[in-house]
């Protein structure tokens, strides 16, 4: 059973670090939500250690200046993983070795394509679907927001390669309301028949990297933080962690106004897995 706390540092005693998810839960994308700066003050402040993990298909030093362009001293800061990097570094090696060196590279407007010739030996871009060997889907494309199920996922349909998906988030924030992200380009294919390989939360893998990466910090005891129910809760739990799910990013609008276990009962916990913890903001 769950139980609701007014904040993180309520409960920040009991362990020894934290992995904090990013969007939703250190900024909305634009800004960063009240109260993260002095929290993550806090925390280092009492020697804890303080990791990002982000279903980001961009590299961790990327998304590091990313938070510290928004305001957050990057000093605080002890690790960065991202699923791309994870997807880079452990699957389209392999990918490039085992079905070949042609990659159709499906991207948000802020990766560049040329940079992963670069630093997978033998990996090609190409342009075309059907002269690909596999396809990597890492970000969302700007003109596919909105028309990705009828502009993209037939061709994928059609085309009938294997795909990597690097950021397998169903949604994202986008100003006021959240709209379809990566993940959701995937399930479709998957549920067409397609091959996926999914790399990130909620899929076990990437935990494996964190949980090295908690240890080389002297972490026993950490605490995953989350805004994502389906992805930053069952995954992490599913590998072992406490979780504590803040309510500032994708589930917001479903707890505003309302009483939050009673909510969460019935809107969100219906799998039968429970975050540690439930607070309204960091």
Known sequence: MSAVVQGLLQVA???????F???????DGNALYPNVTNVLQHLHSQGKSILVLSNSGRSANAN???????????????????SGEVAKAHHLRDLVKDMGANCYHIASPNEASDELSAEIDGLQIVGDLNACNFVYLS?????????????????????????????????????????????MIAKGYEEAGGKVIWVGKPYPFVYD????????????????????????????????FD????LTGIH??????????????????????????VSRTL
Not at 13 to 19: N, R
Not at 223 to 235: C, M, T
């Open 21 to 27: 998810d990013q969007f939703g839960v250190l900024h």
């Open 64 to 82: 590091l200046d990313r938070l510290v362009s928004l305001g957050i001293d990057g000093d605080l800061i002890d690790d960065v993983v991202t």
């Open 139 to 183: 970000g969302m494309p700007a003109n596919l927001v909105g028309t990705w199920q009828t502009d993209l996922l037939p061709h994928l349909i059609s085309a009938g390669k294997p795909l990597l998906c690097s950021n397998p988030d169903f949604a994202a924030l986008g100003g006021a309301e959240l709209v379809a992200s990566t993940g």
């Open 13 to 19: 005693e009991q362990y020894d670090g934290f992995v």
């Open 209 to 240: 990297i964190v949980q090295e990466r908690l240890k080389a910090c002297g972490c026993i005891r950490p605490l995953f933080v989350g805004d994502s129910y389906d992805h930053d809760v069952v995954g992490a739990h599913n590998a072992g």
């Open 243 to 246: 979780t504590f799910l803040v």
């Open 252 to 277: 917001q609008a479903l707890f505003d106004g309302v009483d939050i276990m009673p909510t969460a009962q019935s809107e969100l916990f219906e799998g039968g897995v429970s975050p540690t913890w």
